[in-house]
């Protein structure tokens, strides 16, 4: 039952990027990018995670949101001075607030003395957003179905690039346009990594730009071909929704790897690794990876 200890670390290294953390349904759901400074979902809260500095809450759910207070106040109780920026769906972030001030009153802070967050609020309206402590990342929001509010997320590689029709030109005389006021760059944004936490399977649909990232990051609840009625209801993915996604979009899936998490802890290990291999078609068998 190794695979059911929240603490006990998955780690997948996928190209440049490390993807550290735990996923069960139920138990607990958080993802680590240290490269990214980046983490995904407190369900629990290891110390590895104190050092990152960018956290991005799913949605309410305890098994993605239970250790954000703790994330906040272990953070201070190491030293660590620099508040994490903390950023979750706009339609939560009060009551987030609220919870963290009913926690420390029920540990006897008085009132005065409870300090909150600053929560970025994101509408999922799919503007661009920076990142405080990364000047070179953006994340983009977006909503996805599931049983109360919840946002999907894309972090982006944001640079300055020549605008095309002055790429041919010398650097001189790109030194002088720029001189006399004429803006020759313009900004790019390339997407790195999506990262879903619990929504239906028509999400992945509606929200096809996804597929554009070089890793995405899913879940598969349900994996047994009698649960797929069981997925709708519970406002879940099943596996062979993955797999119909990825059929209906053929070559327009340009993403590297699809990762795999938040598997029903019914299964075993085994059953986990069996079934998703049943399930996902040959064509797209070498890019999707189980994090277990
Ligand atoms: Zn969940
Ligand atoms: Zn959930």
Same mark, same amino acid.
């Given at each position: 039952m190794h695979h059911l200890n929240a603490l006990h670390q998955v780690s997948l290294s996928l190209d440049h990027l490390t993807i550290a953390g735990f996923s069960i349904s139920g138990l607990a759901t958080y993802i680590q990018v240290p490269e990214l400074d980046v983490c995904f979902d407190l369900g629990e809260c290891p %110390? /590895? /995670? %104190? /050092?990152?500095n960018h956290v991005f809450l799913t949605h309410a759910h305890g098994d993605h949101a239970r250790c954000l207070p703790r994330h906040w106040q272990l953070r201070r109780m190491v030293g660590n001075e620099r508040p994490a920026a903390y950023f979750l769906p706009e339609v939560i972030r009060t009551g987030c607030a609220g919870w963290i001030r009913a926690e420390a009153a029920f540990e006897g802070v008085p009132e005065e003395g409870v300090e909150t967050p600053a929560f970025h609020g994101l509408?999922?309206?799919a503007s661009l957003v920076a990142l405080p402590y990364r000047k070179d990342l953006r994340v983009r929001a977006f909503p996805v179905h599931h049983s109360v509010p919840s946002l999907g997320y894309t972090i982006l590689a944001h640079k300055k690039k020549l605008k095309p029709e002055y790429r041919e030109l010398p650097g001189a005389e790109i030194a002088r346009l720029r001189k006399s006021g004429t803006e020759v760059q313009v900004d790019v944004d390339d997407p790195l990594l999506t990262f879903i936490g619990d929504c239906t399977g028509a999400t992945l649909l509606e929200q096809d730009?996804?597929?554009? /990232?070089p890793i995405v990051i899913l879940e598969a609840t349900f994996l047994d071909e009698t649960e797929q009625a069981l997925a709708v209801a519970k406002a879940h993915t099943h596996v062979l929704e993955i797999a119909a996604a990825l059929d209906a979009l053929g070559d327009r899936v340009a993403c590297r790897h699809i990762v795999l998490k938040h598997f029903s802890?019914?299964?075993?290990r085994e059953q986990v690794f069996e079934l998703v291999a049943r399930h996902i078609p040959e064509r797209w068998r070498e890019r999707v990876k189980v994090f277990l």
């Amino acid at each position: 039952m190794h695979h059911l200890n929240a603490l006990h670390q998955v780690s997948l290294s996928l190209d440049h990027l490390t993807i550290a953390g735990f996923s069960i349904s139920g138990l607990a759901t958080y993802i680590q990018v240290p490269e990214l400074d980046v983490c995904f979902d407190l369900g629990e809260c290891p %110390l /590895s /995670s %104190l /050092s990152i500095n960018h956290v991005f809450l799913t949605h309410a759910h305890g098994d993605h949101a239970r250790c954000l207070p703790r994330h906040w106040q272990l953070r201070r109780m190491v030293g660590n001075e620099r508040p994490a920026a903390y950023f979750l769906p706009e339609v939560i972030r009060t009551g987030c607030a609220g919870w963290i001030r009913a926690e420390a009153a029920f540990e006897g802070v008085p009132e005065e003395g409870v300090e909150t967050p600053a929560f970025h609020g994101l509408a999922g309206d799919a503007s661009l957003v920076a990142l405080p402590y990364r000047k070179d990342l953006r994340v983009r929001a977006f909503p996805v179905h599931h049983s109360v509010p919840s946002l999907g997320y894309t972090i982006l590689a944001h640079k300055k690039k020549l605008k095309p029709e002055y790429r041919e030109l010398p650097g001189a005389e790109i030194a002088r346009l720029r001189k006399s006021g004429t803006e020759v760059q313009v900004d790019v944004d390339d997407p790195l990594l999506t990262f879903i936490g619990d929504c239906t399977g028509a999400t992945l649909l509606e929200q096809d730009h996804i597929w554009a /990232s070089p890793i995405v990051i899913l879940e598969a609840t349900f994996l047994d071909e009698t649960e797929q009625a069981l997925a709708v209801a519970k406002a879940h993915t099943h596996v062979l929704e993955i797999a119909a996604a990825l059929d209906a979009l053929g070559d327009r899936v340009a993403c590297r790897h699809i990762v795999l998490k938040h598997f029903s802890m019914k299964y075993t290990r085994e059953q986990v690794f069996e079934l998703v291999a049943r399930h996902i078609p040959e064509r797209w068998r070498e890019r999707v990876k189980v994090f277990l």
